[in-house]
């Protein structure tokens, strides 16, 4: 429809980058894009950590799955959900904060999430490419560690940034028609969309693996779905003052 | 720096609406434009409720705070963090799903939330402005009923959206030195940025309000969080299966 959409349309994770570094003054103005998303009632509780450090960069891969590109990524940012910042803004003001709400948890993680991805569409929009790096959280103690987080901040998700060395495909999406709904739920229908869909991702990994690849999307989930996942998140997170109440 | 940070940085909430329909196929290309946003490993755990029925606008309006905006946009949307879908999944592979953990709640919120940044940044590329409707957690029990969702799917927010007809200023954000920090954690200068960036904030409500409204960033906040936070909300997620454990 216009370049806008075109670009958003053309999004697909790049996990492999040329020997070329992105200038500070760059990431700043990245920075500046993310932070011009909606905010939950101004709270602006996003928190961004830039590693360089490759001792760091080291440790975090080895907890993420030993994803390299954490390592070999030119930028490597942390988006973390910040209430620190909220609990300095009281004490400017001698009142008291009252922490430790599911909501607080959910509007502060939304708020990053809002933010990061404004930063990739504008990270994209100049030739970069990237990918979030939700495997952080496996041992998510560790990352905050690392980082050394105060109370009520917590490392939501990484995100891997550069200039892109590989060009692969966009991956197909669910129809439409599972996602969009009028008026109600209503899932009638999504069982057979789903397996119509199916077809079509199993074609993709097919082609993407020259036939040895053989998985639908639904193989993939049940298949994910029957472990458990990251049952330590919780724990973690009250002992950082989330989802107390 | 190009036309697409341009409009990140143009970013405003739009709450006026012309009189004009939006076009079912354009709200069809904005769902699109929202799923190929990234999704933590493939679940795609959104799905979007468009209500246009006039009763069940005035009741979730009257839920959030009575914004009226709810009843007036062209379009209303409702974005539900969905995991029936994965249930469904696992039945189609007889698979036992193991669900209720801190970490599934987490990743299909933040997919919720980069779709629908997504399908924002889309649409105001194609003239059309919005905003986010934290506040049907008013009474988010009463908003599940009305759109009939079940077990594992709840709605983490509204977006209502139109072609503007007010031109709003855009808001000033926090300084990029308080948002982006290097290798670790380190706020020993926010507390002077920040009341620096209060007094911006003061004068930005100064001249929009002709000298009436009279506030900072970190009173507001702080007035904010001395009042509990929609304290319902842990129980109403437990009740769908969500933050089990």
């Not at 990524?73 to 009252?98: G, I, N, S």
């Not at 809002?114 to 495997?135: K, M, R, W």
Request: with cysteine.
């Amino acid at each position: 429809m216009n370049n806008v959409i075109d670009l958003l349309k053309a999004h697909r994770s790049i996990r492999k980058y040329q020997d070329r570094q992105v200038d500070q003054k760059v990431i700043e103005e990245l920075i500046r894009a993310g932070q011009c998303a909606a905010t939950s009632s101004f709270i602006q509780a996003c928190s961004v950590i830039q590693v360089n450090d490759p001792t760091t960069r080291q440790e975090i891969s080895r907890v993420a799955a030993d994803q390299k590109y954490v390592i070999e990524a030119p930028v490597f940012l942390v988006f973390c959900a910040d209430m620190q910042r909220h609990k300095l803004a009281c004490d400017m003001h001698q009142a008291e904060m009252l922490s430790g709400y599911t909501e607080q948890f959910l509007t502060a993680s939304v708020d990053c999430a809002l933010f990061a991805q404004n930063l990739l569409v504008a990270a994209e929009s100049i030739g970069l490419g990237g990918c979030y790096i939700g495997a952080i959280r496996n041992n998510i103690a560790r990352v905050d560690e690392l980082l050394s987080l105060p109370e009520k901040v917590y490392p939501v998700f990484g995100m891997c940034l550069g200039y892109p060395a590989q060009d692969p495909e966009t991956k197909p999406r669910l129809p439409v028609e599972v996602i969009l709904k009028q008026e109600t739920y209503d899932d009638k229908t999504d069982r057979d969309l789903i397996a119509a869909y199916d077809n079509k991702v199993r074609r993709y990994y097919h082609s993407r693996t020259d036939g040895k690849k053989d998985d639908s999307w639904s193989e993939q989930i049940s298949g994910m779905l029957v472990k458990e996942a990251r049952p330590h998140m919780l724990g973690y997170l009250r002992s950082k003052g989330f989802l107390l109440k």
